[in-house]
């Protein structure tokens, strides 16, 4: 006797034939296989159906057709399901994919995008996890992003939009008397990094390219894999506000030009995450992104890259707390080169 599928995947298609390939893949990949497959095809003319059938030495494929003149969504679900073998049927649409039922541990959880039923919410201590930001703001001042022209040539940080690795670049510097600061002109922005975990007063300092502000600056308490305080800008003053912001946060993301906050957005628990809903998270990040653009950001959203200028174990040149690190040779190296 034919064993019964425990589910029935029902996939309503005409003219699939380009991206049917990947669901039908995607459906092999499952790690519950006793399944079965009824396509519905409202008179395709490329290879749909073909490429259906193909896949029935790895699970039984029905496939059964609706005149185009019958079709209507519900209608042809329905025809679907008149062959469905298993209790339960799923729909998987290549156009309109959204759940109607979500069920967790064999419980109906969600219909209809509404929750089911009582839901309470767990009763957790989170003392343990905030007030993490553990610096003496007292020792921290517009003197501590200083950089000393100890020479004409220095390390930069080049930044590469939607990759997590960076350049190992040679620039020179742009002078203010004594002191190298940033150059606006050419990208070259000030990177500082400020321990935040035993308050031992460290502060690495360093240059980055690839951001593109034309003043202020962005500070984060979100750097993999130490978390400590990013902040990256056009001038010492600006860097400072941003980063004194993400301490009185007790972590989170801010926006700053000189002594003025322009956005923020707070992450509170162990300085990476948030207590408020999601509603509230998305305008705060969405005022973030915008005063980053007005600021020049020349990425959309620059507080990602931002994360990984810190991660001391993905190439090319990345800054800690305790100065830079070239991470192909796994070894600090300084930030000024010799000619």
Known sequence: MEQKPARSIVIRAYNEAQRITRLLDGINRQSMNDLEVILVDSGSTDETVSIVESYKGRFPVKVTHINPEDFTFGRSLNYGIAQAAADLVVFADLDDIRP?????????????????????????????????VNVDWNKINETTFHIPADGDQVRVIGAIEGQVTTAHRIERITRDENLAVADVERDILKIAVIERHLRTGNVGLGFVHGFGLQKGALASSVAHDHHNIVTIGADDNSMLTAARAVGELGGGFVVAHQEHVLAQLPLPIAGLMSDQDVNTMRDAMDTLLIRSSELGSAIHDPFMPMSFMALEVIPSLKLTDQGLIDVEQFKPVPLFVAE
């Not at 109607?100 to 957790?124: H, K």
């Open 100 to 132: 109607e039922l979500v069920f967790s541990g064999g419980r109906l959880v969600a219909q209809d995008n509404e929750p089911v039923g009582d839901w309470s919410i767990p009763d957790t201590d989170t003392t343990a996890v905030r007030n993490t």
